[in-house]
């Protein structure tokens, strides 16, 4: 399990514009990935419209979001347009990223156990270690992740 201190575990995944979108593009910045089910749905809507509806203030503290789901990159790019999401989405199909944050594992619905991403998010900081993590978010705690640099 990651926890304050860790080097964030890199990725290279491809984005809702179908570009590689890697940790280290944003090596000396501020970045929020969050993990999330599936696009479209309803509270992955309400996560990321929370996002988007205070994205200046995140911009202001000079923080990237990528959001993280396995949806194919034509589907987030569908999604990204529809709420009109200035951040990046990326897709992992094989959820090798979301596990190595923790964020995959069992879940349950309606008595039914199976394996799926657990709504997620972590906070990295400009040396790439994580500053603060959390596994199994409301839709809405997102969001409030950028005050995580708020005092600095």
Known sequence: MLKPGDAAPSFELVSDTGETVRLSDFNGKRVIVYFYPKAD????TKQACAI?????????????????SPDAPEKLAKFRAKYNLGFL????PDHKV???????GEKSMYGKKYMGIIRSHAAIGEEGKIVAIKIKVKPLETA?????????
């Open 98 to 104: 979301t596990e190595a944050y923790g964020a995959w």
């Open 144 to 152: 409030a992740l950028w005050k995580t640099w708020k005092r600095e």
């Open 89 to 92: 989405l990326a897709s992992d």
């Open 52 to 68: 988007q509806d205070i994205g200046p203030q995140i911009e202001d503290a000079g923080v990237t979001v990528i959001g993280i």
């Open 41 to 44: 749905t309803p509270g992955c």
